[in-house]
């Protein structure tokens, strides 16, 4: 750990994070992915703002058009004089509460913990074209043109002149913060703006930017396997036989059928065309909550530990029935769609109300690949035999969707990385965390780049599992974790 001469402080945030535990008992369960979100205060103070002065396009200086952009504010601890601003990057998932800059929520909760102990100015901002941050008409293919990493990092750099000018702050420090994408966001506000962002931490952030995302599954297999979180090497034997049992009845229509019934499909004849078995095998791979593993919950199937223990029983039928059961407490008595049309029906709608699976998907081809592939020879437990879950699946929806052929996707992607540095980004004071048991991790910076771009690695932990609400449940690495963040934030802004 870092040496500092004030422990006092660190004293006190140890205080503060175990009297967030303790408090924690009252945190409810939300679904798996989502793992714990602390519930929303009775009296929810009003947080919400609207920045009315947001350019629409930063790379046209002849292009003057603006839109609002929503953004959250929590001056409850503020110092003018002294505190820092810390800033919560929005990012793709669901859109922001407004409680995220009281409780911090699923991204930034430690955030809070720090700033109100530091006198800090807690700020949010939602990311364009998420939430109620819409900068066109529509998401039709001419409007996403604005959607991109780099439009969202100059919306962060005209968002600060603004904060600066409405709240009249002289050398006040800014620290960004976020996990997964808005954890890139964070990291890249730092290295693209060293002169308005002070420091970053950037957890869960894959910031190598790669097409064929193979290493996601890799890691599903491992973690599946990995004592800590409850997996074995058994339970990674049983899945792939499972896999195996599946691809071997897509060989046969009776074995089509018998899949349909077991796994209670939509539809008559629902897995006859071979994208139909794709989108079907890629809704398999979504039972199993590794990269959302969460220890302590209690519902059914809900993280490493208890679907390996439904794989690993033998005594409930064949490793196929096993997986089924998997699938049967997921759905519950809906039945599962496995139409590539229906997707691409949603995929294709244009409009603001219907059309949000085009967002990522956009920035995915735009920029970022990240297409989870289970390729022959990989160390991937799922299905190879068809071949159904490679890249050219995913890339055909690059084209089908915007017109990104696989070549631009290839050169997107090589763009990204260049713009950005990859795993080697050439900054200072970003600190980036990673758990390893997320999939995710191996796409970001995994070793030390310098004494001011360190990273950590925490044993056992889910996707920016630290950035949660504190709960009794949470492991000794998580807790210890939260500490180093809070060390090197504190060591940062004294520099």
Not at 165 to 179: C, I, Q, R, S
Not at 196 to 212: C, D, K, R, T, W
Request: with cysteine; charged share 15%; hydrophobic share 40%.
């Amino acid at each position: 750990l870092l040496d500092f001469q004030n422990m006092k402080w660190l004293g006190f945030l140890a205080l503060a994070l175990l009297a967030a535990v303790c408090n924690a008992r009252t945190l409810g369960h939300v679904r798996s992915h989502a793992r714990r979100a602390a519930e929303v205060p009775e009296a929810t103070p009003n947080t919400t703002r609207y920045f009315t002065q947001q350019l629409v396009d930063h790379t046209n200086p002849a292009d003057k058009r603006t839109w609002t952009q929503r953004y959250f504010v929590n001056e409850s601890f503020f110092d003018p004089a002294t505190g820092p601003i810390f800033l919560c990057v929005g990012g793709e998932g669901p859109p922001l509460e407004p409680t995220v800059v009281v409780t911090g929520d699923l991204h930034c909760a430690l955030m809070i913990t720090i700033a109100a102990r530091m006198r800090g100015l807690i700020l949010a901002i939602e990311h364009r074209f998420y939430g109620e941050s819409i900068p066109a008409p529509d998401f039709s293919t001419p409007s996403l043109q604005y959607l991109s990493s780099r439009q969202a990092l100059a919306d962060i750099s005209v968002f600060h002149a603004f904060i600066v000018e409405k709240y009249g702050l002289t050398g006040n420090k800014w620290m960004t913060f976020g996990g997964s994408y808005p954890g890139m966001l964070a990291a890249w506000a730092r290295l693209k703006y060293p002169d308005l962002i002070h420091g970053a931490i950037s957890s869960s952030a894959p910031v190598l930017a790669i097409e064929n995302f193979q290493g996601y599954n890799d890691v599903v297999g491992a973690s599946l396997s990995n004592p800590i979180v409850g997996g074995s090497h058994q339970c990674t034997y049983e899945v792939a036989n499972a896999f195996q049992a599946f691809g071997d009845a897509l060989s046969s229509l009776p074995g089509r059928q018998q899949l349909a019934r077991q796994l209670n499909l939509c539809g008559q004849n629902p897995i006859e065309d071979v994208h139909n078995q794709a989108q079907l095998l890629q809704n398999l791979f979504n039972v199993f909550p590794v990269q959302s593993n969460d220890p302590a919950c209690t519902d059914p199937a809900c993280n490493i530990a208890s679907v390996c223990a439904i794989m690993t029983n033998t005594t409930a039928g064949q490793p196929f029935d096993r997986l089924a059961r998997i699938v049967a407490i997921n759905q519950g008595t809906q039945c599962m769609d496995a139409s590539y049309d229906n997707y691409l029906k949603l995929l294709l709608n244009t409009t603001v109300e219907g059309g949000v699976e085009r967002i990522w998907t956009f920035q995915t081809c735009n920029e970022f690949g990240f297409y989870q592939t289970c390729d022959p020879g990989s160390r991937c437990p799922f299905t190879t035999r068809p071949w159904l879950d490679n890249l050219q699946f995913s890339l055909d929806f690059c084209e089908i969707a915007f017109g990104i052929t696989p070549a631009q996707v290839a050169a997107n992607v090589d763009a990204t990385n260049k713009y950005y540095g990859g795993d080697h980004p050439d900054s200072t004071r970003i600190l980036f965390v990673n758990g390893d048991i997320d999939p995710w991790h191996v796409q970001s910076v995994l070793h030390d780049l310098s004494p001011l771009e360190p990273a950590i690695i925490v044993p056992g932990a889910s996707h920016h599992a630290w950035t949660h609400p504190a709960a009794p449940t949470d492991s000794p690495a998580i807790k210890q974790v939260r500490l180093e963040i809070a060390q090197y934030v504190q060591l940062w802004l004294s520099q």
